[in-house]
């Protein structure tokens, strides 16, 4: 099409010179048809410009921001190496979709997008979307640094974010979105969560508000990463608290010490038990006060629906997984075997 169009302009043409060489055509018809044969050649050309792959080679990714003009960003694409000719661009940027205005934001444009291509995506503000992808177990201040540290998000962070108040997952957002949205979006989707988990939750389960399932849930998330062991995790806390047992959980007792603030980098030691707080689960019985991390919606199911187990003990068994039992005594030999373990591992080193 493209090459039967040109050849019947260049035909149009010599008709024309031959025409006047031959005194045929008088001068003014001669202005005519040339004025004519410009026109039917610069639409060809803006046509051919408008669908021909453009001159990217490689995936690209530009910012267009808010309140600039057609021209600038013509020229702006042009230097990106999206578009050729950025003066013919933003002509045909008039003519297209009748006109309709580019929006900013962050587009993302493939090697070889045509020009017609990127006028209707950024008329249509096809805009890149990101996303976030939140960890279940980090504490408030691990994701809100996240946050404040990613380059796409703007604006400030709220305070008095609590531990337990945002749900781990993947997030979609655009450029330029308020990192003070993301962070409610968390905290409407923890609220959603727990209220959507609670209304399933086991019939003669012992945990009387969302908040306890929360600090449950919390626990049960950094005490295995296993997918299988949750539910039976959380079936060894509930059976100790029936017995009022103390919960002896190391996780309780690592937030006693940073209070949420930061990660601790080393073991806890024998005078770590000791220390004297609510969220030491070795001193004092019960729940703590409040969740030590922020849970993922598999923990938190778990700790509404935990196994129907006796089991009152578990300890690491060196696969990434616990080992159970019932007895002090079983717990006892499973410990052993921990240790062992260890040492062994230590002497391969």
């Known amino acids: 099409m493209k090459n039967a169009s040109l050849k019947s302009i260049l035909e149009a043409i010599s008709k024309v010179t031959l025409a ?51 021209i600038k960003i013509s020229k702006q694409l042009a230097e ?30 493939p090697p070889g997008i045509t020009p017609m291509e990127v006028v209707k995506k950024i008329q249509n503000g096809d805009v890149l979307v990101r996303q976030i992808t939140i960890p279940e177990g980090l504490l408030t201040i691990e994701i809100i640094t996240n946050i404040i540290n990613n380059p796409y998000l703007k604006g400030e962070v709220p305070d008095n974010i609590k531990d337990g108040d945002l749900l781990p997952q993947t997030y979609d957002f655009l450029y330029g979105d308020a990192k003070a949205k993301i962070i409610k979006r968390m905290q409407d989707a923890m609220n959603k969560t727990i209220d959507e988990l609670w209304e399933k939750r086991a019939p003669d389960l012992i945990l009387k508000t969302k908040q306890e399932a929360l600090v449950l849930a919390s626990i049960i998330e950094k005490e295995t990463g296993v997918k299988d062991e949750r539910k039976r995790v959380a079936a060894v806390f509930i059976n100790r608290l029936k017995k009022n047992m103390r919960l002896q959980t190391d996780p309780s007792v ?30 004092y019985s019960g729940l703590p006060p409040a969740p030590i991390t922020n849970p993922g919606r598999a923990s ?50």
């Open 254 to 283: 690592i937030y006693a010490i940073t209070n949420g603030k930061y990660v601790l980098d080393r073991p806890l030691s024998h005078k770590d038990l000791e220390i004297d707080s609510n969220y030491n689960t070795y001193k």
């Open 80 to 109: 990106e190496q999206v578009v050729e000719y950025p003066q013919l661009f933003a002509i045909l940027v008039k003519f297209v979709e009748s006109g309709k205005s580019l929006k900013a934001g962050e587009y993302a444009f």
């Open 300 to 349: 938190i199911e778990a700790a509404l629906n935990p196994l129907n187990t006796d089991e009152l003990y578990f300890v690491a068994d060196g696969s990434g997984g616990h080992a159970f039992a019932t007895t002090l005594e079983q717990h006892n030999a499973n410990v052993r075997n921990w240790r062992k373990f260890e040492k062994d591992a230590k002497k391969g080193e």
């Open 20 to 70: 006047i060489a031959g005194g045929i055509l008088p001068l003014l018809y001669y202005f005519i048809i040339i004025a004519t044969i410009s026109g039917i050649a610069s639409a060809f050309f803006s046509v051919s410009y408008l669908k021909n792959p453009g001159p990217l080679h490689e995936d690209k990714n530009v910012i267009i921001k808010s309140g600039s003009s057609v």
